[in-house]
Structure formats: structure tokens, C-alpha cells
């Protein structure tokens, strides 16, 4: 297998241009992975910056009602709120050894901006996000927490106006300023190397699952849910334990309104499920396509999830069975959210209730063994907008 | 009509070439065969028609709407290879499009359609050497350019690399960026085409949008310009679009011998 690929995934399908970006991005990061006084600053920003490590938390009470032992990964308690910024602050600091002035991103629900505008104040960084229009009206109050720490919010109004569009934005830009600029890709998706070195970052999770499920429960778990955009929480704490072959992992995704297309949208967001081959935003991966390669749009009630689009580890995972994909749709997601709320007194991100809504729907089903350990990729204080908006009514008119 | 051959004519009457670029579809089939002929007409010598996608990540906002438009008005590869034969002006026909709009449609089947129509080159954006395998063989068996492109920040050893596997012409993108009209001529300009040591033809693009620049450009060494966001402009107002298309080619083209 090519270094770049994941089986027939993956690659490298950019403009000539960011070849050379690519290149030395690869270089400088083989070249810091390794080199102590990186990783200890890493480490340094890791626990006292970000707050690592988070809790494995076992929820007593959902556990119960659902008759089956289950921790939460507290990613929610991470600095910013999401799982994020395990991966912000390890590009950010990789662009500092390498030199770069710079920071832009891409940002979807604003969580991946948020953490960008976090490291790059912290490291002393011009931070420029890119967002699509529409979630700059879904999410705020992220706008108003990356504005707060120096970051320019760039609205994108082309496409879709969501998180395709941002990338496809932040890629025009860095086109254009390569020499001085880090692109921060905020999950497993883009050109190699990113969802290599995105996962490198992200599997701090599964580490830290690993050693804690050893020590509360002496054995490893039998499965892990999480939930998949682009895929990185997901590819961070399954990473781990990819070897571990007894251990199921199941990646949840946004069913939406329904895994089928109305015209140019997809009322879903399951590229793994009901995508297919194809080269999106520099990798060959699954993707939401019509029959002649044009991008669909896509469709969740969570921002951070509606992207056409996955990591190329994922879809070669999913290809050669390793891990199993499925969705929950708008409604699953919602009633899930309300219940962690009640039962533990936890308000998670509409894109982790996706993996907990998962759990709620195949308890029964014994697929998930006795001990489950699920992401709980980040908190939903920002999504309360959007929930009240909703009132319960998820796909009404759209379908 | 080839390209080596176009190029071979206007190397023996001593000009240099004008590519124009189009999106074929914006805002009608129908339209497309008529600006291309009012280029043609006012001294285009090569025609890159667009296939237009939904994500043109190296296209600036010009080539963007223009994609929009088109698909929005129903654009798409099947409509898009009928509309390459149809077209009878005598110069060559270069596809620019994204790469996903070949995989779906399976690469050796795109080139051969592309053949079949009439379309004697194929630049891909979005495809860098090292992936570029497939479309090589394919382009190899049916007798079609691959053109690539090089840019400011490509080194000496890459342009090895990409002028030994291309043909027809090299693309010069010249200033880092985006597709986009612009007024200035990029100093980055003068200084890549002086790196770029190849005996393929020499065709400067990325911001050109008038005469006076386009001169500068030829002066520099080129041997070709590459025009697209100054004509999909044009196109855009729906004003006069013919006839100001063709004099926008006459300009530019005219433009060449004087400074
Ligand atoms: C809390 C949370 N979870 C999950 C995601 C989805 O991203 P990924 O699939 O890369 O983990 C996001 C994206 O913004 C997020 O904010």
C-alpha cells in the first residue's frame, strides 16, 4: 500500500499548486512526531491548555436502562467544548516549528473554528476561519467565541453555504497564500497527509480509553460507538484499537430526514453507508454523489455532520469490514440528546447524540455486547438554539 | 484538430496562440456554440470548453457562478460530449473539468468519449502527477493531450517530472491563486517562464484579462495565453455577449504584435 493510501482510498488529488505545501507538511511532520521537545510541549498543551486527560465516565443510569454497561468518553470536557482541539493544538504547534505565520480553517459547526481560534490566540497565530453562510446563522455564538479571540470569520456564500463550501474556500485561500499559511483541516478528510496526521492527533482518545477501560474494568471493551462526520473523533478513539480484533466498532452517522435524494440534496449525510467511490476535496473516498460525479448536498440537524463527504480510512475500514457503519436520523439524534440530558444530567453535541441515539436503538439487539464505551465527542451548549428552534419537529416540510 | 499541429501552423506564420476558455452549458448549450464561434471568430486558436462541477476548488468566483449557472440550467457530461461534436469551428478543443466527473464516469470511457467528440486535450485541475496514471494510458490509447500545470512554487525536479508526461502545451499558472480576471501582470510570471525549460508550447494563465497584458505575457516568452474569467465575464452580463466576446479575442490577439 502506498504511503498516502488506504487501500484504493485516500490520495492526493489537489491543484499543483499545494503539491509542495503537501510535501513539506509531510516532511515537517515525520520529522516533529519524533522529536522529543515537540512532543513535549504537545503533551504540555494536551493536559494543561486542553485539559487532557478527560474521564471515562460510566453512566450509571442510561446503563441501566439500557441493561448493558456504558462509559462515556468525555470529550465534551475538553477546553472549547469538542474533541477538537486535540487536533488544533497539534497543527498548530506543527506549524510553528514549521515556521508559518498563519492559520486558516474550515469550520462547520464552529467547534473546529472555535478550537482553531483557541490554539492559534494561544500560539500567537493570524487565524482566519472560513464558514458557510448557513451555519454561520446556525451556530452564533461560535462565531461570537472565535471573533472574541482574534479570528476572522469569513461567511461563505457559495454552494450549499456549509461545511463543503468552507473547504472549498479555505482551499482557494491557501491556493493563494501557500508560502506562509498552514490549511488546519479539522478532521480525517482532505489530501494525505492530513487524515493521517488528524488521526495521529485524535487517537489521544482511544489511548486514553485504552488504559482507563484496563483499569476500571480490566478487560477491553466489546464495542465503541461514535458518531462520523468527517470522521475524526470517530477515527481517534477506534484508532487504537484497530488490532483489537474482538473489539466492535461501529461508526454512527446522520441519517437526517431519510437515506434518500431530492433533487441536488441528499436528506441524509451517511456517506458511508449510501455514498460511493469518488474524489472529494483532494481524497478517493465515499462520497454523496449524483450519477454523473456532481457533488450532493447533504443534510443533518447537527452542522457538524453534514458534510458529503468522509475520511478515506473510514470508507477503507468500512470496505474491508473492520468497522460497521450505520445512521440514526434528525428525530433518533434529538429524542437521544433529551434523554442523556435527563438521565445524567449531561447536555451533549446533537453530533454526539448521533452515537448515543445509536446505542439507544441497538440495545436490544445484543450487537453491542455488555460493556460499550461511546464518544461523547463534545457538549451541547451550542446546539441549544437549534434544539429550541426545533421543538421537537425535526424534518417537517422538508420531505 | 490537434494541437501540435495548431501550434506547428502558427509557428510557421510566426503568431502566437489565443486559448479562450468557456463553461459549455452557461447559459445554454445553444449559447456555448455560438460564443465559441464569435471567439473563434475573433482570433481564439484553441477553445478550452469546461465541463462544469459542483466543487471547482481551483476556479475563482467568475468560473464558480458561471459552473452554477450551467448545471443549474442542466449541463451535464452526456449533453456535454453531443455539444463538443457539434462545434465546426476548425481549432482544437481542450476539456477542463475535476477529476470526479471522470472517475464516475470511468476514465477510459471519458477519454474515449472525448476522442469520439472531437476534443484533442484534457486539462484536469485537480489532478497531480502522481495520480494522474490512469488518465495517461487512457489518453495514451485514444491519442489525446493530457496537459498539466506548473505554478510559481513548482521546483526544478517536478517539472522534470510533469514535462515528460504531459503534451500539447504546458499550462503556466502564473501567480498562486485562483482562476480570476485581474489587471496586473504577476512578476511571478516573467520568473516561472523563465524556469520552465520544455520544447512543449508555453501557455500563460490564471488572471489575464486584456490585451495590453496578454502582450506583456508574450513578451515575457510565451507562447500561448489562457483567457477564461475576462470572456465568462462577458457571457455573464448577457450584454452584446457575441459581439463583445469576439472583440475581446481581437484585442487580446491583436494585441500580441504591438505592446
Ligand atoms: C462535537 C462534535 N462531534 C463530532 C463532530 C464531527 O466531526 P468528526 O466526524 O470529524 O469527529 C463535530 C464537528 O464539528 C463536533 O463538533
Redesign the interface.
Given at each position: 500500500m502506498q504511503k498516502s493510501r488506504y487501500g484504493r482510498f485516500g490520495g492526493q488529488f489537489v491543484p499543483e499548486v499545494l503539491m509542495p505545501a503537501l510535501n513539506e507538511l509531510e516532511e515537517g511532520y515525520e520529522r516533529y512526531k519524533q522529536d522529543t521537545k515537540f512532543l513535549r510541549e504537545l503533551n504540555y498543551y494536551l493536559s494543561e491548555f486542553a485539559g487532557r486527560s478527560t474521564p471515562l465516565y460510566h453512566a450509571r443510569n442510561l446503563s441501566k436502562k439500557y441493561g448493558t454497561k456504558i462509559y462515556l468518553k468525555r470529550e465534551d470536557l475538553v477546553h472549547g467544548g469538542a474533541h477538537k482541539l486535540n487536533n488544533t493544538i497539534g497543527q498548530a504547534l506543527l506549524a510553528k516549528y514549521m515556521g508559518k505565520k498563519r492559520l486558516i480553517a474550515e469550520t462547520g459547526a464552529g467547534q473546529h473554528g472555535t478550537a482553531t481560534a483557541m490554539a492559534g490566540a494561544n500560539l500567537g497565530f493570524d487565524t482566519v476561519v472560513y464558514m458557510g453562510a448557513k451555519d454561520v446563522e446556525r451556530q452564533k455564538m461560535n462565531v461570537y467565541r472565535m471573533q472574541l479571540m482574534g479570528t476572522k470569520v469569513y461567511p461563505v456564500r457559495s454552494g450549499s453555504m456549509t461545511l463543503k463550501d468552507a473547504i472549498n474556500e479555505a482551499l482557494r485561500d491557501w491556493v493563494s497564500n501557500v508560502q506562509n499559511t498552514h490549511y488546519l483541516i479539522g478532521s480525517v478528510v482532505g489530501p494525505h497527509p492530513y487524515p493521517m496526521i488528524v488521526r495521529d492527533f485524535q487517537s489521544v482518545i482511544g489511548k486514553e480509553v485504552k488504559q482507563q477501560i484496563m483499569e476500571k474494568e480490566g478487560r477491553l471493551p466489546d464495542s465503541i460507538v461514535a458518531c462520523a462526520g468527517g470522521g475524526s473523533n470517530a477515527m481517534g478513539i477506534f484508532h487504537p484499537f484497530i488490532a483489537d480484533t474482538d473489539v466492535k466498532l461501529f461508526p454512527v452517522e446522520a441519517g437526517g430526514c431519510g437515506i434518500q435524494v431530492k433533487g441536488r440534496t441528499a436528506m441524509h449525510s451517511a456517506s458511508l453507508g449510501a455514498g460511493e467511490e469518488g474524489i472529494l476535496q483532494g481524497a478517493r473516498t465515499l462520497i454523496l454523489q449524483d450519477k454523473y460525479g456532481q457533488i450532493l448536498e447533504s443534510t443533518s440537524v447537527s452542522a457538524g455532520l453534514d458534510y458529503s463527504g468522509v475520511g478515506p480510512e473510514l470508507a477503507y475500514l468500512a470496505d474491508i469490514g473492520r468497522i460497521k457503519p450505520d445512521s440514526v436520523n434528525d428525530q433518533e439524534a434529538l429524542d437521544a440528546f433529551h434523554e442523556l440530558c435527563r438521565l445524567e444530567g449531561i447536555i451533549p453535541a446533537l453530533e454526539s447524540s448521533h452515537a448515543l441515539a445509536y446505542v439507544r436503538k441497538m440495545a436490544d439487539s445484543g450487537e453491542l455486547g455488555d460493556l460499550v464505551v461511546v464518544c461523547l465527542s463534545g457538549r451541547g451548549d451550542k446546539d441549544l438554539e437549534t434544539v429550541v428552534k426545533l421543538k421537537g419537529v425535526t424534518c417537517e416540510g422538508k420531505i | 484538430m490537434k494541437i501540435e499541429d495548431k501550434f506547428r501552423q502558427l509557428k510557421k506564420n510566426n503568431e502566437k496562440a489565443l486559448i479562450a476558455y468557456v463553461c459549455a452549458g452557461d447559459p445554454s448549450v445553444d449559447a456555448t456554440r455560438e460564443y465559441v464561434h464569435a471567439l473563434v471568430k475573433g482570433g481564439a486558436d484553441i477553445v478550452e470548453l469546461g465541463l462544469p462541477?459542483?466543487?471547482?476548488?481551483?476556479d475563482?468566483?467568475t468560473i464558480?457562478a458561471a459552473s452554477?449557472r450551467a448545471?443549474e440550467a442542466g449541463m451535464?457530461?452526456?449533453i456535454y460530449f453531443e455539444l463538443a461534436a457539434s462545434i465546426k469551428d476548425p481549432v482544437p478543443l481542450v476539456c477542463m473539468t475535476?477529476?470526479?466527473?471522470?472517475?464516475?464516469?470511468g476514465v477510459e470511457k471519458f477519454v474515449k468519449d472525448c476522442a469520439a467528440s472531437g476534443i484533442s486535450g484534457i486539462i484536469v485541475?485537480?489532478?497531480?502527477i502522481?495520480?494522474a496514471e490512469d488518465m495517461l494510458k487512457a489518453c495514451k490509447t485514444h491519442d489525446v493531450d493530457m496537459i498539466?500545470?506548473?505554478?510559481?512554487?513548482?521546483?526544478k525536479g517536478?517539472m522534470q517530472k510533469?514535462f515528460s508526461k504531459g503534451s500539447g502545451f504546458i499550462y503556466i499558472?502564473s501567480r498562486?491563486?485562483?482562476t480570476g480576471a485581474r489587471d496586473d501582470v504577476a512578476e511571478s510570471t516573467k520568473e516561472v517562464l523563465a524556469k520552465v525549460n520544455t520544447s512543449l508550447p508555453k501557455a500563460v494563465g490564471f488572471g489575464i484579462s486584456g490585451g495590453k497584458q496578454a502582450a506583456q505575457v508574450i513578451a515575457a516568452g510565451a507562447d500561448a495565453v489562457i483567457v477564461g474569467s475576462a470572456f465568462v465575464n462577458i457571457i455573464s452580463s448577457q450584454n452584446n455577449v457575441e459581439r463583445r466576446l469576439e472583440e475581446l479575442a481581437r484585442e487580446i490577439k491583436f494585441g500580441f504584435g504591438i505592446q
Open positions: - | 462541477f459542483s466543487d471547482p476548488v481551483a475563482g468566483p464558480q452554477d448545471l451535464n457530461p452526456d475535476y477529476y470526479n466527473l471522470i472517475f464516475r464516469r485541475p485537480d489532478l497531480p502522481e495520480e498539466f500545470m506548473v505554478t510559481p512554487v513548482t521546483d517536478r510533469i499558472v498562486l491563486g485562483v
